[in-house]
């Protein structure tokens, strides 16, 4: 249980504030847990963040797969239904911009754990990515992937930017080209 607290402290912290930003002490201030309960479950800050991006990932992996499969059977709509889950993330008090891509810029080196992490979510939506695109007939559906990955953390990044929810908008209109474009 004072794992979980932790998590979810540190995860809004982190995503508040940045990862290397939050020091261990207010950490535990904020969470009101000794420093022998972070170091009984991570050996470092840097696990911590990995265990905070990881359960993130699948919030949101877990996320577009709902809102894919309520989009119902048609292979286009489970496929744009992604843009409208950004659009729902982009609309909510709580967003401020993408945790992975700020990981990733805050953990430049790519051999570095903390960036591992945030790169394996990215491609973990890729592949979910690529399995639409396959079931909505894309030709090439890895690049279909590719190309849609890099809408989504475009879009990311200008609805931080922006504070608005547009960016979900244009991106949809996009993926909508890109997959008639695909299918030929």
């Known amino acids: 249980m004072?794992?979980?607290?932790l998590l979810a402290t540190a995860w809004r912290l982190f995503y508040r504030d940045g990862y290397r930003a939050v020091g261990i002490d207010t950490l535990?201030?904020?969470a009101n847990v000794a420093k022998m309960t972070l170091y009984n479950h991570y050996a470092s800050k840097d696990e911590l963040i990995v265990d905070v991006i990881k359960r993130r990932s699948e919030e949101v992996l877990t996320?577009?797969?709902e809102?894919?499969?309520a989009a119902g059977n048609s292979p286009e709509r489970r496929l744009l239904s992604v843009f409208d889950w950004l659009?729902?993330?982009f609309a909510g008090d709580?967003?401020?911009g993408c945790a992975f891509i700020r990981a990733l810029?805050?953990?430049p080196d790519t051999d570095h754990p903390v960036h591992r992490a945030a790169w394996t979510h990215k491609m973990a939506v890729r592949n979910m990515l690529k399995g639409l695109a396959t079931d909505a007939g894309a030709k090439n559906p890895g690049a279909l992937a590719d190309s849609l990955r890099l809408l989504i953390d475009g879009a990311l990044v200008a609805a931080h930017a922006t504070g608005t929810t547009k960016p979900a908008t244009v991106a949809r209109q996009a993926a909508a080209s890109l997959l008639a474009s695909a299918r030929g």
């Open 2 to 5: 004072k794992r979980d607290h």
């Open 28 to 30: 535990l201030a904020e």
């Open 63 to 65: 996320g577009l797969r």
């Open 67 to 69: 809102a894919a499969e």
């Open 87 to 89: 659009k729902d993330l």
């Open 94 to 96: 709580d967003f401020m």
């Open 105 to 107: 810029s805050e953990f």
